[in-house]
């Protein structure tokens, strides 16, 4: 059975930082990209970040780029997303996802594994 577990999540106050991560069990991502994405109460999920299958690329949606870093460990078990500079605007579920491929894309329909999610909170 394939999963992605997310953890790291909480609550913090503006300026604070965070570090999620997302195991992967029952199977590697090593050749598949994998992102971030958050759903904030009411509103349709999001992208934030993705990552290639080399780790060589990444792309950022504009709301985060340059406060939030997405790595990946070389054996493709696990997927993080280094969060700075939080604002509350950033309080959502953040889930992490797998690609079916290896170029990095911020269309969710190409992932087609989902993690259950990690809250992330923001106060001002």
């Known amino acids: 059975q394939v999963q992605l577990v997310e953890s790291g999540g909480g609550l913090v106050q503006a300026g604070d930082s965070l570090r999620l991560s997302c195991a992967a069990s029952g199977r590697t991502f090593s050749t598949k990209a994998m992102g971030w994405f958050r759903q904030a109460p009411g509103k349709e999920r999001v992208f934030v970040a993705a990552i290639s299958s080399s780790g060589r690329d990444t792309f950022y949606a504009d709301s985060v780029k340059g406060r939030f870093t997405i790595s990946r460990d070389n054996a493709g078990t696990t997927l993080y997303l280094q969060m700075n500079t939080l604002k509350p605007e950033d309080t959502a579920v953040y889930y992490c996802?797998?690609?079916?491929?290896?170029?990095?894309?911020?269309?969710?329909?190409?992932?087609?594994?989902w993690g259950q999610g990690t809250q992330v909170t923001v106060s001002s």
């Open positions: 996802a797998a690609s079916a491929w290896a170029t990095i894309t911020a269309t969710q329909s190409w992932y087609n594994y």
